[in-house]
């Protein structure tokens, strides 16, 4: 988006008019809704987030799944979880699955899932609005 200056581009009475409602501040003009691109189609952001949701379904729907795997305080640092989950993994590459993903929300559940040598990692950003709803992005 850049910026122009109305004198350059409209005629002196539309300016007029408009200077009826608004005066030495910026106005947003969007495109007409016939040429306008979603959000992401120039970058093509949109694309790889819908495809990547597409194959998120799939391997979902492909019954493929480690559910949340917690380890109550009296039993963590002894190694439980990460048995648990590598013989997950174990049991998901003897079914022929190519890669899986685990969320942490702790510190420790990250340190653990970082202790597996994942091939790559997002970022996962947490918000904690005032009304206690929670939004997780990736």
């Known amino acids: 988006m850049r910026y ?3 004198e350059t581009l409209l005629p002196d009475s539309l ?3 408009i200077q009826k409602y608004i005066q030495g501040e910026y106005i947003y003009i969007t495109s ?3 040429i ?3 959000w992401g189609e120039k ?3 949109r694309e790889y987030i819908l495809n990547r949701n597409k194959d998120i379904r799939k391997k979902y729907q492909s ?3 480690i ?3 917690a380890t109550h305080s009296d039993y963590q640092k002894r190694g439980f979880g990460k048995a648990v989950i590598t013989e997950c993994f174990r049991r998901l590459r003897e079914k022929g699955v190519k890669s ?5 929300y702790s510190e420790a559940a990250n340190a653990l899932y970082q202790s597996l040598k994942p091939v790559e990692v997002y970022q996962l950003i947490r918000y904690k609005l005032e009304n206690s709803c929670q939004i997780d992005l990736l």
């Open 36 to 38: 306008r691109k979603k």
């Open 15 to 17: 300016i007029e008019e």
């Open 67 to 69: 559910e949340t795997v």
């Open 63 to 65: 019954g493929y799944i």
């Open 43 to 45: 970058s093509g952001s």
């Open 4 to 6: 122009v200056k109305a």
């Open 100 to 104: 899986a993903y685990s969320t942490g």
């Open 32 to 34: 007409q809704k016939s």
